[in-house]
């Protein structure tokens, strides 16, 4: 036995009939069904590409780094030894490792260095890959990625910002952004009295000779030590968008006192605080009075990482309990033989399967803009998914705990973590009913929305008929009047993810996979708890594509 190895002859006893440590993990060549997704939805660049990140997040550095940053969040330091304010967030030093992972490899910047050639297919394929590192850190490269579009309605901030914003330097010093060899970007939109509502925000913006000043508070500034933060504050226009510096323009600390840090539920390696304007310097982003509308350019990308996230997650989740199952014995025989877990794995794995292939589906919507199916796309997949995929997180990482039992409950697994966070991606950039409501205006404002799913979905119909019955009732449920709608929206948004993703596995993923995806979720015997398989599913199939 090395000398690095666990003992495994205690005083009392001998360790058996337990998993063997982990080690090395390549997320990428294990992961087949993310495989097949790129080849199809991306150009062959980004799978070469990738290739060494799926190393990197799956070798035990970086998983031990993940640990490491959940353990020791970060600190608030107000004050400096003599008085002066500081106003900082103090991280540990694996929080900066995994932000050099991303970003000095250009992760938060490929969608837009490679626009239209495949750069939003290789920023999800590469957040789903990156979340299983650790999620909390990927929300400062979310918001560094999604703030482009924002920028880009001003040429003037675009052409001083976006160089640095683009930059594979992850640069945590607090400096003026024009010494830093790269920048991050956050955001600050709600308020104690709002919260969702961000129309009702009460921060003040007042016209200056070079540019304006903020006075108010925001609940929820996110990835607080980032260089520039874009904001909603109310002017005699009406609501407006803003860029706030860390520093301002003569190089001194602008005006933005951090209250607190919240102590979340999950997501610890991340900071989150309670901010205030007192009289920050500002410049004005987009059209005056149209914040919201200015703003929703950067919702808009972050709803797809937020779609993203919790099928990351989920497959983590999955692949600790599939080595799990596989190497523990319960009654004569390895959990993996047992006829009930065969048929809880298998039910995660189609669950992963479904919605990487949506994920991946609707990068490739971005990606295409310039055409007007994609372009109609773009304006509802995103919503679809992250309600979708973030209402089925919670109950899956429950039950890949139940699979692990007792040591699945208890910090020294990943799935204490990922439970913790399971709920954020779905409170974060619109809860569950406020995506729904969009959904609604989507649908009532621009029908070719409406008509761009249909195509989708009409391309796997008469393959199945369980789907068949589904699109059937999709269209009834359409046909019903606006005022109808909404109590029913809820239902609307599940049935038309899950039609959705049944279409996409009808095309491509084997039959296997795509039958039974559809009698488990659109069929008579469709059920709320994971594992409720048709008793005759193919689950060797199923379970043969998860990888080790």
Request: with cysteine; glycine share 8%.
């Amino acid at each position: 036995m090395s000398d690095h190895a666990p003992r495994t002859r205690l005083a009392t006893h001998e360790v058996t009939n337990q998993p063997a440590p982990g080690g090395d993990r390549d997320l990428l060549a294990t992961d087949l069904p993310l495989r097949e997704a790129l080849g199809r939805e991306a150009p062959d660049w980004v799978a070469r590409r990738l290739a060494a990140l799926g190393r990197e997040t799956g070798s035990a550095r970086v998983q031990a780094l993940g640990e490491a940053a959940n353990r020791h969040p970060p600190e608030l330091r107000l004050f400096d030894r003599h008085g002066r304010r500081l106003d900082e967030v103090l991280y540990h030093p694996a929080y900066h490792e995994l932000m050099h992972l991303a970003i000095d490899h250009g992760w938060h910047a490929v969608a837009w260095q490679e626009e239209g050639r495949g750069g939003h297919q290789a920023h999800v394929a590469a957040l789903y890959l990156l979340t299983q590192a650790e999620p909390g850190f990927c929300c400062p490269i979310t918001m560094t990625h999604a703030a482009m579009p924002v920028l880009r309605q001003s040429s003037r901030l675009e052409a001083r910002w976006a160089t640095g914003l683009l930059a594979w330097d992850y640069d945590p010093r607090p400096l003026p952004a024009a010494d830093k060899s790269g920048l991050t970007f956050g955001m600050a939109m709600t308020e104690k009295q709002g919260g969702s509502d961000v129309r009702s925000n009460a921060t003040r913006a007042e016209p200056g000779e070079d540019g304006w000043w903020l006075t108010g508070h925001k609940w929820f500034c996110s990835a607080p030590m980032s260089d520039a933060f874009l904001t909603l504050a109310r002017s005699d226009e009406g609501l407006s968008c803003f860029l706030v510096p860390r520093f301002t323009p003569d190089g001194e600390r602008n005006a933005i006192e951090l209250q607190r840090l919240k102590e979340k539920c999950g997501n610890r390696a991340n900071a989150s605080a309670e901010i205030e304007y007192r009289g920050a310097w500002a410049e004005a982003v987009g059209e005056p009075g149209r914040g919201v509308a200015t703003i929703l350019a950067m919702v808009q990308q972050t709803r797809l990482d937020a779609a993203t996230a919790p099928v990351g997650m989920m497959r983590q989740a999955l692949g600790e309990a599939w080595r799990h199952v596989r190497e523990r014995h319960a009654f004569g025989r390895a959990l993996a033989e047992q006829p009930l877990m065969r048929q809880v794995i298998a039910d995660l794995a189609l669950e992963v399967e479904a919605g990487l292939a949506l994920v991946m589906r609707t990068a490739r919507a971005f990606d295409g803009m310039d055409q007007e199916h994609e372009r109609a796309l773009a304006r509802v997949l995103p919503a679809l998914a992250k309600y979708w995929h973030n209402k089925r997180g919670p109950g899956f990482m429950a039950e890949a705990m139940e699979c692990l039992g007792g040591i699945g409950y208890v910090e020294e697994t990943p799935l204490a973590r990922l439970y913790r966070e399971a709920p954020v991606n779905s409170i974060w950039e619109g809860s569950g009913n406020v995506i729904c409501l969009d959904l609604l205006r989507v649908f009532s404002r621009h029908p070719e929305a409406v008509a761009a799913l249909r195509m989708e979905l009409a391309q796997a119909h008469g393959q199945q008929d369980d789907f068949d019955r589904a699109l059937a009732g999709l269209e009834r449920e359409l046909a019903r009047p606006a005022e109808e709608l909404e109590p029913r929206a809820r239902w609307l948004a599940q049935r038309l993810a899950q039609c959705l993703q049944a279409a996409l596995l009808l095309r491509h993923a084997p039959p296997e996979v795509a039958t039974t995806f559809c009698r488990a979720r659109l069929g008579d015997e469709a059920g709320p708890a994971y594992g409720v398989l048709p008793s005759d599913a193919p689950l060797a199939a199923i379970l043969e594509r998860i990888g080790s």
